[in-house]
Structures are given as structure tokens and as C-alpha cells.
């Protein structure tokens, strides 16, 4: 199982960015699926998180700025971040809890991260 992660860049504050991220392999299910983000010096940290059904769950420094969401057929998680802030900038990964096989115990699988960087 690979998880691959796009969508990163360079922008002004104010802007938007999207975020993807396609799981693919071996899949049987996949439970929840998120976005940390790790900026320098710093923990990384649970940016959003869904379930399988569509519960989010939101850190407070990014609820009514940031969605995230999922295509469950594609294997995909998005977040889509708006009105973006300086102190938003961080290399961004993805996580999945993810079941190869049928009988399998779900594992968490990473991203390789993508850099958002936020100019004020």
C-alpha cells in the first residue's frame, strides 16, 4: 500500500490550496483517512481527519477554513484549505488506517508530504 500526496506550494495569505491524496495497492478497506502537518521545530500535528461515513474532525486552529473530504471509489482524501495564514506553512501528510485483506488488522499507512508554505 502507497499513499501519494499532492497539491502543495508557495502562496500569499488569503489564497487556497488543495490537497490530495490517493491510496493505492493492496486495499480491501479503508477506515479513517486525515492530514497532519509538521512545521519546523514543531510537533506534527492532526490537521482533519474523516471516517468512512463522512465524520470529520477538525483541529480549532483551521475549523471554517479548512475541508476535508473523501472519493471513497478513487481511494482519495482531499483537503481544501482556505484563507490561508503564515502560520499555516508546514510539510503536509496524509495518513490512512487502511485493511490489506478481509482478515487483516487495519494499519496506518503515510504519505510522503508536501510542503505548504504561507507568505504574509
Known amino acids: 500500500v502507497q499513499l501519494q500526496a499532492s497539491g502543495g506550494g508557495l502562496l500569499q495569505a488569503g489564497g487556497s490550496l488543495r490537497l490530495s491524496c490517493a491510496a493505492s495497492?493492496?486495499?480491501?478497506?479503508?477506515?479513517?483517512m486525515g492530514w497532519y502537518r509538521q512545521a519546523p521545530g514543531k510537533q506534527r500535528e492532526l490537521v482533519a481527519a474523516?471516517?468512512?461515513?463522512?465524520?470529520?474532525n477538525y483541529a480549532e486552529s483551521v475549523k471554517g477554513r479548512f475541508i476535508v473530504s473523501r472519493d471513497n471509489a478513487k481511494n482519495t482524501v482531499y483537503l481544501q484549505m482556505n484563507s490561508l495564514k503564515p502560520e499555516d506553512s508546514a510539510v503536509y501528510y496524509c495518513?490512512?488506517?487502511?485493511?490489506?485483506?478481509?482478515?487483516?488488522?487495519?494499519?496506518?499507512?503515510w504519505g510522503q508530504g508536501t510542503q505548504v508554505t504561507v507568505s504574509s
Open positions: 495518513e490512512a488506517d487502511i485493511k490489506a485483506r478481509s482478515w487483516s488488522v487495519p494499519r496506518e499507512y
Open positions: 474523516i471516517t468512512s461515513v463522512g465524520t470529520t
Open positions: 495497492g493492496i486495499i480491501y478497506s479503508i477506515n479513517s
